[in-house]
């Protein structure tokens, strides 16, 4: 990249970038804290991860104007972590996140991406905006009536006033009116505020070194957790990438920003923060409010640090509810809701990826599983596909003492079976051809399965001849088939 | 046959290009002329200004459509406005006498995209400045350092108008660029019987008056009536008090010969050259 086109990638747009940025770290902050609180570790932990991951990224991601922070997908999988070996095991687990996406980074691991079908991509953003909404139910528990009251303020308030104006950001407004209406009831002391969830962050970021034992043990507790973190990390965020690619009609480099995120994470993960990576609702209202550059990114990034440092003490008198609010819509705004629409039109197959991968992630809690699910079941599908394109014709010579058999199409192991079956050993017969010319054989099972029927025939004593093997499968035959060697005789499977 | 590569973009240094690109073409035997629009992307400057943050029932669908939307209807117009531009370059290089030329317009910037069409071109003329001519004065025009670098080939930079060039002077410091100028100017039709100054700026010293008579000898041998100067001073100054005074039509200089760390520290002679000297330069890499 020349040092040109970095310069325009930050200041291309910076009026806009900045007001988005304000826009976005309004956005940032509910799920920073919602999210700290749902991993067990105080709102500060999120906040400042938030702040540093938006900040680096901003420099060193390969898709300028997409936000990236602390996430919810993350955080659910840090819940074991934290509640088991306690925050010390946090902050290497990020660390090591880091470097586990650097690598992917550098052995361009983001080309993988294009085994991600579309509907799993689907699949994950659907089962992210309901990990995102589920997150949010535990804090209704015991608040009672008035928690659903304030939150169905908020809601109105989110999606009522961009019917007025879209000039001022309405999460904002919800946040401010809803803490007004808190504080001024004394509303406070029934309702659940963010100072009741731990401690908010009071300086800025320090350095710090991880407060562990640097031993195999560490690994071993760290290293589960980091790989699945790493994985969640960049699947998001290259499918972020992804959007706002589209959004902005613009190229972004996958690559990049595999070790973008990985490098964020570490200086996260040295300033004791947690482990995130893009969002895609958030990137949507940065692209929505006009945002571009990195220096949308940035400035989100350092607009929250001021919020939360400057204001600190109003901040801690925002009532969950109003941040439950902003996240409701959040998820709202991540559900794919024409998925559901699709669901009659797309074919079955796709429609059962998707829904598989939201199943899988949501009863795990782990968007990697869902993914995995996705891209495995995607597989077999299209593998089964590809295999009915096989077809096998035949026809009797005049002498009606040899038969010509056709093959065409793609020949692999979910296709070998239909290829034996194809072909009639009852038959009495001099000589048999078969003519591959329009086939392509592609792996072993394939070569077996013609090496089975060439010598299936020669024990009926028919001879057989191949035509028109194309060289990419003949030099498979070469290494592996049996039938044009001497001796041949079938093995036992 | 020839080929100069012409770049417009509209702007209030069009006609000069095109004036400029007919000259050249009319100097090197009929040479064709290609005049290329680019049509800039047109999604660095957001459109909409919803500053709401919230995000309704698929919004990411709605978005979508709603940029798209809006940036087709922009891209109309550009794409209007870009046809009108090749028209007026059709027209104006009728009227300037080139019979050979073709117009085309693509999408992308001219400074990403340059290499790309150079290659094939013998000569390429670009304006000075751009588009934003007015509000960007004393910045060159944010496409002319990227595009020469980029480019392998011959660069004339357009002046503002066009005047008829009797005389060229050759900004000459013995550098690998300035003795590719001389040698391309004596084995090529562009500039002949033009009266040509060889001008050094600075201390000089026996390796550079060897080279300095070794381009007179190669300019003259080539039928070019040759005038030696030397000068002390900054070159940047000097070459404008010589431009100012000489009558001298066209500057031809090496272009960016130094580091890129130089050019940071102490600033690119040539952009300062092209910026502040009031005729044409031809530029090689």
């Known amino acids: 990249m020349t040092d040109t086109k970095y310069f325009q990638e930050w200041f291309s747009n910076p009026r806009r970038d900045i007001i988005a940025g304000t826009v976005v770290a309004l956005a940032l902050i509910p799920e920073a804290i919602a999210f700290s609180i749902i991993a067990g570790v105080d709102p500060k932990v999120g906040l400042y991860a938030s702040f540093c991951i938006a900040v680096v990224i901003a420099f060193v991601g390969g898709r300028p104007g997409m936000i990236s922070a602390a996430t919810g997908a993350m955080a659910v999988l840090l819940v074991g972590l934290v509640r088991d070996h306690g925050l010390e095991y946090l902050l290497p687990a990020t660390i090591l996140t880091g470097i586990l996406q650097i690598i992917a980074g550098a052995l361009k691991l983001g080309n993988l991406m294009r085994f991600v079908s579309r509907s799993v991509v689907t699949g994950f953003v659907n089962a992210l905006a309901i990990i995102i909404f589920m997150a949010q139910l535990p804090q209704f528990h015991d608040q009672g009536l008035l928690m659903y009251g304030m939150v169905a303020a908020g809601l109105g308030i989110i999606y009522g006033l961009p019917r007025v104006t879209t000039a001022v950001p309405s999460p904002l407004v919800c946040i401010i009116v809803l803490t007004a209406v808190s504080m001024s009831l004394g509303l406070d002391s029934t309702l659940n505020t963010v100072g009741d969830m731990g401690s908010l962050p009071s300086t800025l970021p320090i350095f710090l070194m991880p407060d562990v034992p640097l031993n195999l043990e560490t690994l071993q507790i760290i290293l589960p957790y980091a790989v699945s973190l790493a994985i969640v990390g960049l699947l998001e965020s290259l499918m972020t990438s992804t959007i706002v690619d589209d959004f902005t009609d613009t190229e972004s480099n996958k690559n990049l920003e595999c070790t973008g995120q990985g490098i964020s994470n570490i200086v996260a993960g040295f300033f004791g923060g947690m482990a995130g990576c893009a969002m895609i609702g958030q990137s949507v209202i940065n692209v929505q409010s006009g945002g571009r550059g990195r220096l949308s990114t940035f400035a989100a990034g350092v607009i929250l640090l001021i919020l939360i440092v400057v204001m600190g003490d109003l901040v801690s008198q925002i009532p969950m509810a109003a941040l439950v609010a902003v996240m409701i819509m959040v998820s709202i705004g991540t559900f794919s809701w024409s998925s559901i629409k699709n669901l009659k039109v797309h074919h079955l197959t796709s429609s059962i990826v998707m829904i598989v991968t939201v199943l899988t992630t949501v009863l795990t809690h782990n968007l990697a599983k869902g993914v995995g699910a996705g891209v495995l079941l995607s597989s077999l599908f299209f593998a089964y596909k590809v295999s009915r394109l096989l077809k096998i014709d035949s026809e009797l010579e005049v002498s009606k003492t040899a038969r010509t058999y056709k093959v065409s199409g793609q020949l692999f192991f979910v296709s070998a079976s239909t290829f034996a079956e194809a072909f009639d050993f009852r038959e009495v017969l001099e000589s048999v051809t078969i003519d591959v010319s329009e086939a392509h054989f592609w792996d072993l099972s394939a070569i077996n399965a013609l090496d089975r029927v060439v010598l299936k025939f020669r024990r009926e004593g028919t001879e057989v001849n191949i035509v028109g093997m194309n060289e990419a499968s003949q030099t498979l035959v070469l290494q592996v088939g049996k039938y044009d060697k001497e001796g041949a005789e079938l093995e036992s499977h | ?285």
């Open chain 2, 1 to 285: 046959m020839a080929k100069i590569l012409a770049c417009t973009d509209g702007s209030i240094y069009a006609t000069s290009v095109y004036e400029h690109a007919a000259w050249a073409s009319k100097k090197m035997g009929g040479a064709s002329v290609h005049v290329l629009h680019m049509l800039n992307p047109h999604h660095e400057e957001p459109l909409t200004s919803d500053f709401s943050g919230s995000l309704g029932f698929g919004a990411r669908t709605a978005l979508l459509e709603e940029l798209v939307e809006l940036e087709a209807v922009n891209a109309r117009v550009a794409q209007k406005r870009g046809q009108a531009i090749l028209d007026d370059a059709e027209l104006k290089l009728k009227q300037f006498g080139v019979t050979d030329f073709v117009t085309n317009q693509k999408h992308g910037k001219l400074s990403e995209e340059i290499e790309e069409y150079e290659r094939s071109a013998d000569l390429v003329v670009i304006g000075k400045r751009g588009n934003n001519a007015n509000f960007e004065t004393g910045h060159l025009g944010s496409n002319l350092e990227r595009v020469i670098r980029s480019c392998q080939h011959p660069v004339l930079v357009a002046s503002r108008a066009f005047a008829s060039m009797q005389s060229f002077v050759i900004a000459f410091d013995g550098g690998a660029s300035s003795q590719k100028a001389v040698e391309y100017i004596a084995a090529h039709p562009l500039l002949q019987s033009m009266r040509c100054y060889l001008l050094h700026v600075g201390q000089g010293n026996s390796e550079l008056e060897s080279a300095l008579a070794k381009a007179e000898s190669t300019l003259t041998e080539a039928g070019f009536e040759v005038a030696i100067e030397h000068r002390s001073g900054e070159p940047e100054e000097v070459i404008n008090k010589v431009v100012e005074d000489g009558k001298i039509d066209l500057l031809v200089m090496g272009a960016y010969g130094h580091s890129k760390i130089r050019r940071l520290i102490v600033g690119s002679t040539t952009s300062a050259m092209i910026r502040t000297v009031q005729i044409p330069v031809l530029l090689f890499r």
